[in-house]
């Protein structure tokens, strides 16, 4: 009787996985999580840090709208820390707050504008 094999490792082409992103300690996460919370009250935005079993988050939502937003980890990668969406997006560098509150503005406006065109949608 035959037995398989290991070929061993992967097809030559084969992509490589990426690392995953180390994320901050509470301490460093809320201190860059809460000039980016300040940036984005500014512009308008809803803002809540949330901490718990898992690493600290930015809740970022439109004050009419709140269950559409965004949450906003801090991740380590290419030599310094970076803002991350939740859906891996890296945003900026930690340093470049103004930068990622743009970002963010520019990701969100369209998701709350869509929801009020369906709720003006619906009255009419």
């Given at each position: 009787?035959?037995?398989?094999?290991?070929?061993?490792?992967?097809?030559?082409?084969?992509?490589?996985?990426?690392?995953?992103?180390?994320?901050?300690?509470?301490?460093?996460?809320?201190?860059?999580?809460?000039?980016?919370?300040?940036?984005?009250?500014?512009?308008?935005?809803?803002?809540?840090?949330?901490?718990?079993?898992?690493?600290?988050?930015?809740?970022?939502?439109?004050?009419?709208?709140?269950?559409?937003?965004?949450?906003?980890?801090?991740?380590?990668?290419?030599?310094e820390w970076w803002y991350e969406s939740s859906t891996g997006l890296w945003?900026?560098?930690?340093?470049?707050?103004d930068l990622a509150a743009d970002k963010l503005n520019i990701l969100l406006t369209p998701w709350v504008s869509a929801a009020f065109d369906a709720?003006?949608?619906?009255?009419?």
């Amino acid at each position: 009787m035959e037995v398989a094999r290991s070929v061993g490792g992967n097809p030559p082409d084969a992509p490589t996985a990426l690392p995953l992103p180390t994320y901050s300690g509470l301490w460093r996460g809320l201190w860059y999580l809460a000039r980016l919370a300040h940036a984005l009250r500014r512009d308008g935005w809803m803002t809540e840090i949330r901490t718990g079993r898992h690493r600290p988050m930015l809740r970022v939502y439109p004050k009419n709208a709140p269950t559409i937003g965004e949450s906003i980890s801090v991740a380590w990668g290419n030599g310094e820390w970076w803002y991350e969406s939740s859906t891996g997006l890296w945003l900026t560098p930690c340093n470049r707050v103004d930068l990622a509150a743009d970002k963010l503005n520019i990701l969100l406006t369209p998701w709350v504008s869509a929801a009020f065109d369906a709720l003006r949608d619906e009255q009419f």
